[in-house]
Nanobody
């Protein structure tokens, strides 16, 4: 019914930048929260950043990316972006976008997930 499609991943040198995009396709829906998660090889999926449209825009970032990554979005189009600067080898992972119809505070709150886009940072 609803699909989320990520784009913008690729190979980048440490210290470089990438901008990820995620957009909903299929049935139109209203998301209160859209977020980014990542999963590195051999590791569990972890939270990266999220934006909530709740009266005013609210942002949240994992400590590991705070100050380096910026999330933004267009709620009317159910679209979210992740600007990643000063990339480190440890940022290498498959990045997933997700959407929740409510304010999301945990992974379980997200109802829709994208297929992921690979981000590889060379050391």
């Amino acid at each position: 019914q609803v699909q989320l499609v990520e784009s913008g991943g690729g190979l980048v040198q440490a210290g470089g930048s990438l901008r990820l995009s995620c957009a909903a396709s299929g049935r139109t829906f209203s998301s209160r929260t859209m977020g980014w998660f990542r999963q590195a090889l051999g590791k569990e999926r972890e939270f990266v950043a999220a934006i909530s449209w709740y009266g005013f825009n609210t942002y949240a970032y994992a400590d590991s990316v705070k100050g380096r990554f910026t999330i933004s979005g267009d709620n009317a189009k159910n679209t979210v972006f992740l600007q990643m600067n000063s990339l480190e080898f440890e940022d290498t992972a498959v990045y997933y976008c997700a959407a929740a119809p409510t304010v999301a505070t945990s992974t379980n709150d997200y109802d829709y997930w994208g297929q992921g886009t690979q981000v590889t940072v060379s050391s």
